[in-house]
């Protein structure tokens, strides 16, 4: 441990950020920079604690605590407080295939569960990621890394999201010739569509497919399995195939109105939004856009944020994020104790931009959408909401219940579910013949497996809707087992 009292001497760095009505004028993800004593101070901060629960990556109370990926995050903040940039990368690359992703994109379990933040705030551990991954890209230390020798065998991936590409890197780094087919015009799933430019720049993504091509991965785009290939085909042309095409049915809203034109699907808006951002700059058009609109989002997660984020800069005239849970607290409740994820209220960039611009915090917590109203077009034009309380039910359950007198009608010219998802589409894993559980995911083994031999699932897809983290380590856990049954029961990988 380099800095003993490293933790009682320095502060928690605020963010880097640039003001909301800055950068609410374009589509870049940049931000002002760290001195390099500012870094080595804030991985001075880390404890070196005799127990470091930041690495654990369990599941409490159902949500995760730690990393997912089990980085070694005691190790490297060590490395960059003593200013050894390159040592912190090794250790890093050792578990997370992508921490360029994960240090813009995850929402850091391993800082919740932080044993400094039990009465601080907690050590910067998604900053220090973020700057160690830059820092080495930029310094020419991340190069393609094909393997050796080949096996001869030849694995097909479905989906190219995180799950899918990791599970590709690791597998092709064991010898296996990879494919990964990806439905859309890009390589990157929701790390290219499902997630805003300004939050992902899609260099960043594109870098790291570039090395992956460079290392032997074969990517294949436009191609639909169950659409363009015949699902059915993959197990008699490859040695074994991994599903990762996500959880992309998204949830719907079915109230009265649903049909009228102006409601749409979160990820139809984001990723129209980034293809026509990539393809023209917006010239061509072919995007859902905001401006000069009021502007409804209907769900309070990332998803919900991005689409808030999305719209300001299209110029919309308002927008308004509903939320049908109550607020958050300010600071952990007595039955939300550390290490578990802390259930505090958290304002992203979104609801910042909002509040910059309009006013106001664009969220409207405990607020139940009824129904929408629309124009003699057909269009969208009002939605008529309740406020809710959340009361036990007969069954014991805590439930929403509507509070009489609080009807409202809030004009709404474009509105935008973004309520989660639901499970994997269904025709390609119904072509396949693959058991599904009771919650609509594809059903696997402890060992990745499907119901059909030599066919894995990995990520959102077995897993459900999840963080960017978890589908990197279901992707690194499907390739290690993918390695154990082309090898006749041994590996090289690690899990």
Known sequence: MGKPTGFMEYPREPKHERSPLERIKDWGEDHPPYTEESLRQQGARCMDCGIPFCHTGKLIAGMASGCPVNNLIPEWNDLVYRGQWEEAYIRLAKTNNFPEFTGRVCPAPCEGSCTLGINEPPVTIKLIEQEIIDRAFEKGLVKPQPPPVRTGKRVAIVGSGPAGLAAAQQLNRAGHAVTVFERSDRIGGLLMYGIPNMKLDKKVVERRVKLMADEGVRFV??????????????????????????????????????????IHLAMEFLHANTKSLLDSNHADGTYISAKGKHVVVIGGGDTGTDCVGTSIRHGAKSVVQLEILARPPDVRAADNPWPQWPKVLKT???????????????????????????????RVKELHIVEVEWAKGPDGRFGPKEIPGTDRIIPADLVLLA?????????????????????GNVWTDATKM?????????????????????????????????????SYGDTVLPP
């Open 221 to 262: 785009t436009e191609t639909e399995i169950g659409k363009h290939v015949p699902a059915d085909r993959l197990p008699k042309d490859y040695d074994a195939v991994v599903l990762c095409g996500g959880a992309t049915q998204a949830r719907d809203l079915p109230v009265e109105g649903r049909s009228l034109q102006g």
């Open 419 to 439: 309520l989660g998802f639901v499970g994997p589409e269904k025709p390609m894993v119904q072509q396949l013949g693959v058991k599904l559980d009771d919650r």
């Open 348 to 378: 992203d960039y979104g609801q910042e931009e909002a509040k910059a611009l309009f006013g106001q915090d664009p969220r409207r917590f405990c607020a139940l959408t009824k129904r929408f109203l629309g124009d003699a077009s057909g």
């Open 450 to 486: 499907t119901s059909v031999p030599g066919i894995f699932a990995a990520g959102d897809m077995s897993r459900g809707q999840s963080l960017v983290v978890w589908a990197i380590r279901e992707g690194r856990q499907a390739a290690q087992a993918v390695d154990r049954y082309l």
